[in-house]
């Protein structure tokens, strides 16, 4: 089954404790990105790559890094996590942004 | 600064009923536009993409439309249902990256 995979799906943590969410697709897609969800902002793109080692910044990438080291997976991190990253994070993986885009199911991160 | 706007915020209708979400955007530019359902807890579904060069595109009871002069996308759906209820997001597809409407919440009333 095509799927875009997140891990994990809930999870709380304190301030300053560095933490990892995984992302894989298995879809061969070239194009991956972060989305972060706020109540009343929409999604907002962190980072996005075009293709193994190919990475760049979107709309708010201050406090995350990224790495494409497989076309599979694409690990978004908080090296010192802060209580204004609390929110609702997707993946996502596509041949493009000009073709349909598939949606990890979210992790929702809490940061005390 | 690109911005793309859902309103209203939150709609609510009586099972049956056709009806029409809208969607606003700021880049004349755009690759295409995109609608997306979002269910509570799940992740986002893919439902229609227009591209750039198309004025709409039809998928079961929704139609989805596109006009770049304006700066307005609109989605219909019709004979709406209970399972319809879920929040709608548009978004509009530019270089390397999506720009995303804060949805429009619908609830269908049995």
């Known amino acids: 089954e095509a799927q875009v995979t997140q891990n994990p799906r809930y999870l709380i943590t304190v301030t300053g404790k560095k933490l990892t969410v995984t992302c894989s697709q298995n879809?061969?897609?070239?194009?991956m990105s972060w989305y972060r969800q706020d109540p009343g902002l929409g999604l907002r793109q962190i980072y996005y790559?075009?293709?193994?080692?190919?990475?760049d910044k979107g709309d708010v990438p201050e406090g995350y890094k990224v790495s494409r080291k497989e076309k599979r997976n694409f690990p978004l991190i908080l090296e010192s996590p802060s209580p204004n990253q609390t929110s609702l994070y997707f993946c996502?993986?596509?041949?493009?942004?000009?073709?349909?885009?598939?949606f990890g199911p979210g992790t929702r991160l809490t940061v005390l | 600064k690109q911005e793309v706007t859902q309103i209203p915020a939150a709609l609510s209708v009586p099972e049956g009923e056709n009806l029409v979400l809208n969607c606003s955007f700021t880049?004349?530019?755009?690759?295409?536009l995109q609608w997306f359902r979002q269910d509570p807890g799940k992740g986002l579904t893919s439902l229609l993409l227009i591209q750039s060069s198309q004025r709409e595109q039809t998928s079961g009871r929704l139609n989805a439309s596109l006009d770049k002069s304006s700066g307005r996308s609109t989605l219909y759906i019709a004979a709406s249902q209970p399972g319809d209820s879920a929040t709608y997001l548009c978004a509009q597809g530019s270089n390397y990256q999506l720009i995303w409407g804060a949805g429009t919440k619908l609830i269908i009333k049995p």
């Open positions: 996502a993986s596509s041949w493009g942004t000009a073709i349909q885009q598939f």
């Open positions: 880049d004349s530019a755009i690759y295409n």
């Open positions: 790559s075009m293709n193994v080692e190919v990475t």
């Open positions: 879809m061969n897609h070239e194009y």
